[in-house]
């Protein structure tokens, strides 16, 4: 292989760390001044070795806390970074890139390309072929900056590659690669549960890395057919009337190596623009943006997939029990008021609505009170009608109305009973 007379270096651009004293022994100043056989030196004024002058030099008080931020080991030192450290998903990963003449020559028209390549894409950070570098002088270099925005898991690689003129006018070709593997910062974990008309979502957020990581933003955005409002605690009076909370709003902290933070969200059924509620059988929910900063203000972002909850069967129509009365009295009738509504763009129907039997033979104490079969007119595209059931208990205490089922008589089609709904049934 012909000797090359570049050479790339890598440098990663990142935030410098606190430097934490991990010694007991704490430096003095006055370290810096004197050496150590100063009290070796039998002419020093007594005042000078007095701890009460403030200048003692010995070090019987060095492990004493001066200062209560003295525990935290801090020095208030910054720390440039020794290694290309981790990098992880949402990032911008940053990369200051040296290409050196190491010969005593001068190289010429250098045209320079930089890429990051992953397991699925190849993506060009610089290239400088249309305006390559004049020259490089020996022993001179030529510096650069790249910035790519990390969107990928699993092992990368930044190739570097340079083609020029060496001393001898011959064209060489110069290629390096430098490997890094990219984590994940953060986990999301996900549960839904539905309650009635509602979903919630429950989404835990847990912080992988070795710093803490404050959150600027977990937002859920939700598919065109859900609206989402977060659920919070309850906060303390001065805090909520707080002009200033409301401005400035603190990032929620999450810990490192394993801190979690819940957020809870209330899902709803949007409406649809003519006014009819859009049904499309889609168990999509939405997904979650989330931005976060880091100690020293290194920012990331981070989107998730789509975020699935319990699976829709599609339904033709839908038959809901809208209103119960309050009072329900022992062997006197009471309607029960229901709605019809169409899901579909065509005319679906007639329809029979009637209680059903059960092959468990089990007895029943709300019954239908009068014609035990109720027909119902052709339903419109995305149309509803509202009807009554005339029913009667004959039993006290709680009881269920079970079975309430819709026919479809042109299709033939039974639909599955509602619920088993539950009333309390009072005396005169």
């Given amino acids: 292989m012909a000797q090359q007379s570049l050479a790339f270096r890598v440098m990663r651009l990142c935030r410098p760390s ?17 050496g150590e056989d100063l009290l070796d030196v039998s002419s ?9 002058g403030g200048a003692d030099f010995s070090f019987r008080d060095r492990f004493q806390l001066e200062n209560p931020t003295d525990a935290m080991a801090l020095s208030g030192l910054l720390v440039l970074p020794q290694s290309f450290g981790a990098i992880y998903l949402g990032e911008t990963f940053c990369s200051y890139i040296s290409i050196n003449n190491s010969s005593s020559f001068e190289a010429r028209d250098i045209i320079i390309k930089a890429e990051i390549q992953t397991e699925k894409q190849r993506i060009l950070l610089l290239d400088t072929s249309k305006t390559p570098v004049e ?22 690689t930044l190739v570097c590659t340079a083609l020029y003129n060496d001393g001898d006018s ?39 890395t070795k710093s803490n990581l404050y959150m600027d933003q977990v ?15 309850d906060e303390h009076s001065l805090e909520r009337n707080s002009k200033t909370r409301d401005i400035f709003k603190p990032p929620v902290l999450i810990l490192a190596g394993g801190g979690i933070y819940n957020y809870l969200y209330q899902l709803k059924h949007a409406s649809h623009e003519s006014g009819h509620t859009r049904i499309d059988g889609s168990n999509i929910l939405g997904k979650l943006q989330i931005t976060w900063r880091t100690n020293l203000g290194e920012s990331g972002r981070l989107q998730t997939q789509q975020i ?29 008021h229901l709605v019809l509504t169409s899901q579909t763009d065509k005319t679906v ?34 149309g509803s009608t509202n009807f009554d059931m005339n029913m009667i208990a004959t039993r006290l205490g709680v009881q269920r109305i079970t079975g309430i089922t819709i026919f479809d008589t042109k299709e033939k089609k039974a639909y599955d009973p509602l619920p088993d709904l539950e009333i309390f049934v009072d005396a005169v």
């Fill in 44 to 52: 020093l004024p007594p005042s000078l070795l007095d701890p009460r």
């Fill in 349 to 382: 129907g007639p329809f029979e609505v009637f209680i059903s039997e059960r092959d468990s033979g089990e007895e029943k104490f709300v019954m239908v009170n009068g014609i035990q079969k109720l027909v119902l007119p052709p339903l419109e595209s995305f």
């Fill in 135 to 156: 020259s490089i002088r020996a022993g001179g270099r030529y510096d650069f900056i790249v910035e790519h925005d990390v969107k990928e898991l699993g092992p990368h």
């Fill in 219 to 233: 937002e859920f955005e939700p598919a065109p057919q859900w609206s989402a409002t977060i659920l919070k605690a």
């Fill in 18 to 34: 606190f430097q934490a004293e991990d010694a007991l022994l704490r430096l003095h100043p006055a370290d810096l001044l004197a």
């Fill in 170 to 208: 011959e064209r060489k070709y110069l290629p390096q690669f430098f490997k890094f593997v990219v984590a994940n910062p953060l986990s999301v974990r996900t549960k839904v549960r539905t309650v009635k008309e509602n979903t919630f979502l429950e989404a835990c957020i847990e912080n992988h």
């Fill in 308 to 336: 699935l909850g319990t699976p829709v069967a599609h339904k033709d129509i839908d038959l809901r029990i809208v209103e119960v009365p309050a009072v329900v009295i022992l062997e006197r009738p009471f309607l029960l």
